[in-house]
């Protein structure tokens, strides 16, 4: 039974060290290539830039630490959600201090649905992001709880090309490489594991994904300007498996926002993704 109870309530602090060996590593686990030099490298001319959805790596821990206190095992667990928003560009090196909260908790019939926010600051308090994570935990849903608001819909032009259009492939090892920045979970590289789950083999992070998506909205929309994108979102509707290739676009809707289709080898794999662009 989940543990209604804590809902609302904050955990402490967690510190994450990290330099520019870490943010490298997490670049090439969300396919970061040579030419994308100033992710890369830390001698790059302006120094070494980092995509703004690193933000899910010390959200990360903090994130699963909560899921004892609900009495929710890390194995019923399903990523549906992920958001984050940017209050300045993140440094390549430093210490960052993660809070979490679930402010809710949603009845959703066979599963229950745990949003879980983070808020990261540096050493001196100031304000770096917030994180918006949504959690089915399967089995523990029928509680007699709220289902919860409908998501607001975010319709893509019928009529209008993409203002940017850019695929890549994941390589073989990808997943192998994404799990050495915190997500060490069995499901994305042991194949026993993965059958155990219901999948052939192996499957991709969701949050290596939202990465990889991140990087085209950085290029297409930003012009890799990091400090520009303030906020992007997804929902995780089907899974990649490593070699894939991700193919996202783009569709400029004024006033800063971007609405975005981001699409698999068997169609679809995020919906109702979204991102926020400062104007150049």
Sequence with gaps: MIRLDRVGKSNGATVHEYDDRDVILYHLGIGARPEDLEFVYEGANGGLKVCPTYAVVPMFEPMVNLLPRFNVPFRSILHGEQAITLDRAIPP????????????VYDKGKAALL????????????????????????????F???PGPKATAR???????????????TSDSQALLYRLSGDRNPLHVDPMSASF???????????????????AV?????????ER???????????VYPGEAISTQGWNMGDGAWHLRVSGKGGEILTNAYAHVQEA
């Design 93 to 104: 090196r430093g210490t960052m201090l993660t809070t979490a909260r679930v402010p809710a």
């Design 115 to 142: 949003v879980v926010e983070t808020e990261t600051t540096d050493p001196a308090g100031k304000r770096l992001f917030r994180t918006r994570a949504s959690l089915f935990c399967k089995g523990f849903g029928g």
């Design 144 to 146: 007699g709880g709220e």
């Design 155 to 169: 319709e893509i032009p019928k009529r209008r090309s993409p203002d940017f259009e850019i695929s890549e492939k």
């Design 197 to 215: 789950a219901g999948f052939p083999r192996p499957i991709l992070h969701g949050l290596c994904t939202f990465g990889y998506v991140g990087r």
């Design 218 to 226: 950085l290029r297409g929309a930003c012009g890799n300007r990091v």
């Design 229 to 239: 994108l303030k906020e992007f979102g997804v929902r995780f509707s089907a899974p």
